[in-house]
C-alpha cells in the first residue's frame, strides 16, 4: 500500500466503526501555553478529556501532524542517527470521549493490524501497563495472540503523558519485529532494541496530572490512540527504514540530485535533511517563523542543523528551499495548506539560509583567526560562547 492509501485505510477502518474523520489541527498550537507545538493526536481534545466541552460525537479518527521537538517529547538527538524516529510526524488515532474503552480499543486495533493490513502476528508484540490486569487480560480475550507475547512494562514505557500536566492514563503498545529471523525474537528485545518498533500506542485516559505533581481521577474513561503513519508506511511497504517509504524517497532523491551524492553510501545528512524540511515546511505553513526564541528558536536551529548537514554533502548555496516543491507533489494532496503556502515557505526558508551563511562566514573568519593562534589546542570558553552566541554557530558545529 502506499502511504496515502493506508491513511486512507485506516481512517475508512475507524469510519466503519462510526467514528467521525476530525481534520488535524495545526502543528502551531493557537491556545495551550503548556506546548510549543502540537505533539500528539489527543491535543486538539484535551479540553474533552478535562471536561471543559462536550463532544459533537463520541468517537473521531484522524490523522494528525505532529512535532516533537521540545518539552516532554523529544526526539531530536535520534532523527537521523535512528531510521524511524522524526521531529515531525503523522499520527494516526481513534478516540472515544467517555464512549468505548480498553475492549474495543484492543480489538479493533488488532483487528486492522491483522485482518485489514495482515501485518505477520509472527512479528508483533503487545506491551501493557505492569498493574492493568484489565487490559492484560483483554489481550488474551478478544485477540489471538499468543499469550507470551503480552508483556507487562513501567511507568517510563506504559504510562503516557502528554506533558508536565495534562490528561493521561496507562497505555498498551503494539511493537514490531523488524529482523530477518524469527527465531531471534525475545521479550526482552521490546522497548530495549531498535529491531522492534512502536506502532501504535493505546491510551486509556482516566487521569490528570496537575501542577503540584499529583494525579486526579478524570469524570469519565476515554480511549486516545496513535499510530505512526511513517512506520507503518515502512513495515507494510517491507523496509526497515522510514526514509526509504514514499513519504521520504521523493526528498531523498531531490537531495542526492542536487549534492551528487549518493544516500546509501552516507545516509545520515540525507536522512537529517528529508526530516528536517517536512518540520519547517508544515510548521511555517501553519504560521510559526524562525527567529531568536521559543518556537521560532526552535525553527531556527533545525534549519541551521539541516543546513550544516547540507555542507557536509558540499551543499554550500541555499537548497533547502528548492524541496518545498517536492514535498508539495508528496503530500499536498492530504495537507492542501502547503499547496496554498508554498511560495511563502520557499522565501521564509531562502531568506534563513542566505541569512546563516552570511553568519557562518563571518563566524568562519573569526574561527580561522582563533585556530591561527600560536600553540592552540582546544577552543577556550570565552571564545566557543562567542562562536555560539555572536556568530549563530550551532554547537555541535
Ligand atoms: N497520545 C498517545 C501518543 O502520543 C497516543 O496517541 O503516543
Known amino acids: 500500500m ?3 492509501e493506508i491513511r486512507k485505510s485506516f481512517v475508512e477502518f475507524f469510519e466503519e466503526k462510526n467514528h467521525k474523520f476530525i481534520r488535524s489541527s495545526s ?4 491556545d495551550d501555553p503548556t506546548l510549543l507545538f502540537t505533539n500528539a493526536g489527543m491535543n486538539q481534545f484535551k479540553p474533552i478529556f478535562l471536561d471543559q466541552i462536550v463532544p459533537e460525537d463520541p468517537r473521531a479518527v484522524n490523522s494528525q501532524k505532529c512535532i516533537r521537538v521540545s518539552g516532554k517529547h523529544n526526539d531530536l538527538e535520534e532523527v537521523g542517527v535512528d531510521t524511524f524516529h522524526h521531529t515531525f510526524f503523522e499520527m494516526l488515532g481513534n478516540w472515544s470521549f467517555g464512549d468505548y474503552y480498553k475492549k474495543e480499543a484492543i480489538q479493533w486495533a488488532w483487528e486492522l493490524f491483522t485482518e485489514r493490513w495482515e501485518l505477520d502476528k509472527e512479528r508483533l ?9 484489565e487490559a492484560f487480560n483483554l489481550w488474551l480475550e478478544v485477540t489471538d495472540i499468543k499469550p507470551e507475547r503480552v508483556i507487562r512494562c513501567g511507568k517510563k514505557d ?3 503523558e502528554m506533558g508536565d500536566t495534562g490528561p493521561c492514563g496507562p ?3 503494539i511493537h514490531f519485529y523488524i529482523g530477518d529471523d524469527l527465531e531471534k525474537q525475545h521479550a526482552s528485545g521490546v522497548n530495549n532494541s531498535d529491531m522492534y518498533w512502536e506502532l501504535w500506542n493505546l491510551v486509556f485516559i482516566q487521569n490528570n496530572r496537575i501542577e503540584d505533581g499529583s494525579l486526579i481521577e478524570l469524570p469519565a474513561k476515554h480511549v486516545d490512540t496513535g499510530a505512526g503513519l511513517e512506520r507503518i508506511a515502512a513495515v507494510m511497504q517491507g523496509k526497515d527504514s522510514n526514509y526509504d517509504t514514499d513519504l521520504f524517497q521523493p526528498i531523498i532523491l531531490a537531495i542526492q540530485e542536487k549534492a551528487k551524492s549518493d544516500y546509501k ?3 545520515i545528512p540525507h536522512r537529517v535533511i528529508a526530516d528536517h524540511i517536512r518540520m519547517l515546511c508544515f510548521s511555517i505553513a501553519d504560521g510559526a517563523l524562525p527567529s531568536n526564541e521559543g518556537r521560532g528558536y526552535v525553527l531556527r536551529r533545525i534549519l541551521r542543523r539541516a543546513s550544516r548537514f547540507g555542507r557536509s554533502l558540499g551543499l554550500e548555496e541555499p537548497f533547502m528551499f528548492e524541496l518545498v516543491q517536492v514535498l508539495v507533489e508528496t503530500m499536498g494532496d492530504n495537507f492542501p495548506e502547503i499547496n496554498e503556502k508554498k511560495n511563502h515557505i520557499e522565501k521564509v526558508i531562502r531568506a534563513e539560509e542566505n541569512s546563516f551563511n552570511d553568519t557562518l562566514d563571518r563566524g568562519l573568519n573569526h574561527f580561522e583567526k582563533i585556530i591561527n593562534q600560536e600553540d592552540i589546542v582546544n577552543i577556550n570558553g570565552e571564545d566557543a560562547f562567542k562562536l555560539y552566541d555572536t556568530y549563530g554557530f550551532p554547537f555541535d558545529l
Do not use: L, M, Q
Open 171 to 173: 497505555c498498551s503498545e
Open 27 to 30: 502543528v502551531v498550537p493557537s
Open 158 to 160: 506504559n504510562f503516557w
Open 2 to 4: 502506499t502511504s496515502k
Open 125 to 133: 508484540w503487545a506491551t501493557v501497563y505492569k498493574d492493568d490486569d
Open 265 to 267: 553510501i552516507n545516509p
